[in-house]
């Protein structure tokens, strides 16, 4: 009969996940440009999906910074709507 924390072996305790630091609060960006390509594509699948902010690690300000960015980016038809 096993007693608490007994047959686990090492491995299975409790990992600790760091916090994601925003990209753009550690860059001390006030303003995001939609016209710039290559810095969106970042915040982009290969899909073309916005990824989300808790993979991207932004805060809640900027990550609706740069959705609004790519929005207006793919009304322009500089970032693609979807993936060819």
């Keep these: 009969m096993q ?4 047959g686990r072996g ?3 305790g409790f990992k600790r996940i760091r916090k994601k ?3 753009l609060c ?3 960006i006030k303003a995001l440009d939609y016209k710039d390509e290559d810095y969106l594509k970042n ?10 902010r808790r993979v991207t690690g932004n805060c809640a300000k900027h990550q609706r910074m740069v959705t609004r ?6 009304e322009a ?3 693609p709507f979807l993936a060819e």
């Design 3 to 6: 007693t608490k924390g007994e």
């Design 10 to 12: 090492k491995g299975f």
């Design 21 to 23: 630091r925003c990209k």
């Design 26 to 28: 550690t860059a001390r």
């Design 43 to 52: 915040f982009i699948t290969e899909r073309g999906k916005i990824i989300p």
């Design 69 to 74: 960015s790519i929005r207006k980016s793919r």
């Design 77 to 79: 038809a500089i970032l």
